[in-house]
């Protein structure tokens, strides 16, 4: 029989609350367990069910063993002509420990013109883009009421271990993971800033929050001010002192101004986040890197510049779903998502940070499509800069050095472009913004480009 849930001093409402009549959570069922539970769910369903023998297909896989996590969806999307949302069946397998497998089985409504995402992302340790902690997060969110405190334990443990492992250099990998497994993972799960300084070492727990090239240029600007001793500037004054910057942004700073024509520190630091962009982070462990080191991986995410393309005009409805579906298809080799505009691999070292990589996939295929400009328009001229603005942000507050390529050290990196125009289009750029000048760095034999 499937264990019962095993924390009493839950009590059945907040059960009923945290496993909704719309889901079935069952660990360690056996068949008829399970395809009760599937029937019982889909009792006076129609349509988008789940048949009992792909429901078995799985439930027969579980045993294998290398079982890890599998999810099984009716349908991928809700089609964007639907009036109604579309009610369907979602089912997710998990192996949660030694002698331990969870289903889940789920009703769940998808709004027109969305993707039914999985209940879990089917990733494994196998994967370039397995995180561990990620995996954790996202099983005990579907499963914990079911589960004991050793059974938790026992998870994080392994998380902790297959984390640790991921981020040092590949000749200590055994070594460490031995090592970092050991310390315990009660650590780990006491104290999320620590956790991700295990999966960062040496960045203070941190992981980059978005920031704009503006509200990023801005901060530097008004800290260089405040230093002076003063907590405003005249816009002739930074008309003369930042030329390039006051020309690129006029049109946002002037309205800023007061009733002197002052620019005040408070304005600049209340510039806010580009709107429709977000970023997410990842790893990388592929080819083209600087050093053997692993390196974090700076998506930049353009779904809520699309949404609101799509709001204005709906006739870009398939422009955008040829977007996704060429960085579905790229994802199996390159860091992409499916809103993925491009992204910056960034080596992490003691007290500084490099950026190794700024890479646009969708960008350099649509770039000359006529068709597709309104995506590229949309999204093409800043990107790179926000997404260096946020990896500049970071290593500010983490008081660390900000390097990147310059062009003789990326020409002189095997496997790099060679293109002059990737060059002109996505380094240039940042290196201009963020004043980088030409310095030597005792890792690289030519100069490279960092902070003056």
């Not at 295990?198 to 600007?221: D, F, H, K, M, Y």
């Amino acid at each position: 029989m499937a264990r019962d849930y095993v924390r009493p001093g839950i009590g059945r409402k907040l059960l009923r609350e945290l496993v909704p009549n719309n889901r079935r959570v069952l660990i360690n069922p056996d068949w008829d367990d399970l395809s009760n539970a599937l029937a019982a769910l889909q009792k006076r369903c129609r349509k988008h069910t789940i048949p009992a023998p792909a429901l078995r297909r799985l439930y027969d896989a579980t045993a294998e063993e290398d079982f890890f996590i599998r999810s099984l969806e009716v349908a991928d999307s809700c089609p964007w002509h639907f009036k109604y949302d579309l009610i369907s069946t979602r089912v997710a397998a998990m192996r949660l420990g030694e002698g331990l497998t969870a289903f889940v089985l789920e009703r769940t409504n998808t709004r027109p013109g969305d993707t039914v995402d999985p209940l879990i992302h089917g990733l494994t340790p196998d994967d370039v883009d397995f995180n561990a902690g990620d995996w954790l997060e996202a099983t005990l969110l579907l499963v914990w009421p079911f589960l004991t405190d050793v059974d938790i334990e026992q998870m994080e443990g392994w998380a902790a271990a297959e984390s640790m492992s991921r981020y040092v250099v590949e000749r200590d990998k055994k070594r460490a993971q031995k090592r970092e497994a050991a310390r315990g993972s009660r650590r780990v799960a006491a104290d999320r800033r620590r956790f991700m300084a295990a999966l960062l070492p040496g960045c203070q727990g941190r992981l980059p929050q978005i920031v704009g090239e503006l509200q990023e240029r801005l901060a530097i600007i008004a800290d260089e001010i405040t230093a002076e001793g003063r907590s405003e500037i005249p816009w002739s004054e930074a008309k003369k002192r930042w030329p390039g910057l006051t020309m690129k942004f006029k049109d946002e700073l002037i309205p800023r101004l007061d009733a002197r024509n002052y620019l005040t520190v408070a304005d600049m630091t209340a510039v806010e986040r580009p709107s429709g962009l977000s970023i997410s982070a990842g790893r990388w462990t592929g080819a083209q890197r600087q050093f053997r080191a692993s390196q974090l991986v700076l998506r930049v995410n353009a779904r809520g510049c699309f949404e609101e393309l799509l709001r204005n005009d709906p006739t870009v409805r398939p422009l955008i779903d040829r977007w996704t579906s060429l960085n579905k298809g790229l994802g199996r080799v390159h860091p992409l998502t499916d809103w993925t505009v491009g992204w910056l691999r960034v080596h992490i070292g003691e007290g500084w940070v490099f950026i190794d990589e700024i890479q646009s996939d969708p960008l350099e295929t649509f770039r000359q499509s006529a068709e597709m400009a309104p995506l590229v328009d949309a999204v093409s001229p800043n990107w790179h800069l926000h997404g260096a603005a946020t990896i500049h942000r970071w290593a500010r507050e983490m008081e660390f050095g900000f390097f990147m390529h310059s062009r003789e050290s990326l020409l002189a990196k095997p496997g790099a472009t060679k293109s002059q125009r990737k060059w002109k289009t996505y380094y240039h750029p940042v290196a201009k913004a963020f004043g980088l000048s030409s310095v030597p760095h005792p890792a690289f034999r030519t100069p490279i480009l960092g902070d003056a």
